[in-house]
T-cell receptor
Framework: DADVTQTPRNRITKTGKRIMLECSQT?????MYWYRQDPGLGLRLIYY???????NKGEISDGYSVSRQAQAKFSLSLESAIPNQTALYFC???????????????FGPGTRLTVL | GNSVTQMEGPVTLSEEAFLTINCTYT??????LFWYVQYPGEGLQLLLK?????DKGSNKGFEATYRKETTSFHLEKGSVQVSDSAVYFC????????????FGPGTSLSVIP
């Protein structure tokens, strides 16, 4: 079984709809991240969380919100989807930082979201 | 702030050719450096890493050396295979920020038989 899972894998929705993307992990990591991937732009950080009570904005948090329901679950919401949020979304986890691990990220398979 | 620059793709090589993908970074302090690979339809996975200057990361025939004097971490492989076709991302973490990983834009590699 995959260590980091994302649901759904694909989603097509319409402008203005509320969408939730879910991420679950069995790695036992405290740190979880949401990224979006756009061609030519690499991965950009949306939100990250270091434990259930810790939520931090990334570089492109506008238009998104998150919820850390448990150590193993981290969901991303688009309250009112717009077409320029069409992208590939990845969840990732990492263990506590050490000089050896250095925030090594473990990624889910991604969710392809299309907003019409 | 911290940033990563990669050579633009796409890169197309014949099987058994030599591969170099250039990566340079800007960071204060002493970051750790990574190469991640994304195969078609999959998420990213760590290919190799180096956590201090002059370290060499290696995996699956790929190598990269952490060069602090040139702020570079170029990815190399002596003989590529069709199965190496993927997108490669250079990334860094640490320095003055231990919270996040900064990714480059990615370089798409296609290897043709």
């Amino acid at each position: 079984d995959a260590d980091v899972t994302q649901t759904p894998r694909n989603r097509i929705t319409k402008t203005g709809k509320r969408i939730m993307l879910e991420c679950s992990q069995t790695k036992g990591h405290d740190r979880m991240y949401w990224y979006r991937q756009d061609p030519g732009l690499g991965l950009r950080l949306i939100y990250y969380s270091f434990d259930v009570k810790d939520i931090n904005k990334g570089e492109i948090s506008d238009g998104y919100s998150v919820s850390r329901q448990a150590q193993a679950k981290f969901s991303l919401s688009l309250e009112s989807a717009i077409p320029n949020q069409t992208a590939l979304y990845f969840c990732a986890t990492s263990d506590q930082w050490t000089s050896g691990r250095a925030n090594e990220q473990f990624f889910g398979p991604g969710t392809r979201l299309t907003v019409l | 702030g911290n940033s990563v620059t990669q050579m633009e793709g796409p890169v197309t090589l014949s099987e058994e050719a030599f591969l170099t993908i250039n990566c340079t970074y800007t960071a204060t302090g002493y970051p750790s450096l990574f190469w991640y690979v994304q195969y078609p339809g999959e998420g990213l996975q760590l290919l190799l890493k180096a956590t201090k200057a002059d370290d060499k990361g290696s995996n699956k025939g790929f190598e990269a050396t952490y060069r602090k004097e040139t702020t570079s971490f170029h990815l190399e492989k002596g003989s590529v295979q069709v199965s190496d076709s993927a997108v490669y991302f250079c990334a860094l973490s640490g320095g003055t920020s231990y919270d996040k990983v900064i990714f480059g834009p990615g370089t798409s590699l296609s290897v043709i038989p």
